[in-house]
């Protein structure tokens, strides 16, 4: 009996370890003149990158994650590179190795969207399951700690767009919105037309369509 007990108590306390593992990415790195910072690259989404490469792909590492991935890319940031997932995890590896340098772990969402990086923050979305709400984090990776988290009418479901020091994204509702990389808001609009479609950028001009068919 009593070595039952003992077990029942180290199930217990592997659980109680295992639910409080770190939540937390704190890493240093070099300026990055020509980082892939969001999903195509550049707010004009340009997927097209001038190298060439062998028909002869040779694994160079892989590594694990829990949840499953939306219709999203990686971001690079000097040697690190950052992964989102619909469990509502940011991982961050070392983009020679593929060891992990941290995650960050938010239960209540899933984050749809490529995380936007910047010198030592990195933005995401977290889109909240059971209320018609995100969360936008602003984390700093260099400190290891969170710095901002606002709270976004709508989910947003599709890809960021990052125009010099500003994030501009729109959520599920149609609602547009664009903040400064230190969290304020410069303007919000409602077109009130639900929008599943990831925008894109011209110059100053900001283009996304919605579910009638409208650009």
């Not at 690259?41 to 590594?63: M, Q």
């Not at 070392?94 to 984050?111: N, P, Q, R, T």
């Not at 709508?154 to 990389?181: H, K, P, W």
Request: one cysteine or more.
């Amino acid at each position: 009996m009593g070595l039952l007990k003992n077990k029942i108590v180290s199930v217990v306390l592997l659980i109680l370890i295992a639910g409080c593992a770190r939540s937390v990415i704190k890493y240093s790195t070099k300026p990055d003149e020509n980082p892939y910072q969001m999903f195509g690259k550049n707010s004009g989404r340009i997927f097209y990158v001038p190298i060439e490469i062998s028909d002869s792909l040779v694994l160079k590492w892989e590594n694990d994650s829990y949840g499953s991935y939306p219709n999203s890319s990686v971001s690079v940031y000097d040697d690190v590179v950052f992964v989102n997932d619909l469990s509502g995890r940011i991982f961050c590896y070392a983009i020679e190795d593929g060891e992990e340098i941290g995650k960050l772990k938010y239960s209540s969402g899933s984050v749809h969207s490529t995380p936007i990086v910047y010198r030592s923050k990195v933005v995401f979305p977290v889109a909240l399951e059971k209320e018609n709400l995100t969360e936008l984090v602003f984390y700093n990776y260099l400190d290891g700690k969170e710095l901002e988290l606002f709270e976004i009418p709508g989910r947003v479901l599709t890809q960021m767009i990052s125009d010099s020091n500003d994030i501009l994204f729109t959520t599920e509702i149609g609602a547009a919105f664009r903040y400064n990389l230190s969290g304020q808001k410069i303007w919000e609009t409602h077109t009130r037309k639900p929008t599943r479609s990831s925008p894109a950028m011209n110059d100053s001009l900001f283009i996304f369509g919605n579910d009638d068919g409208e650009i």
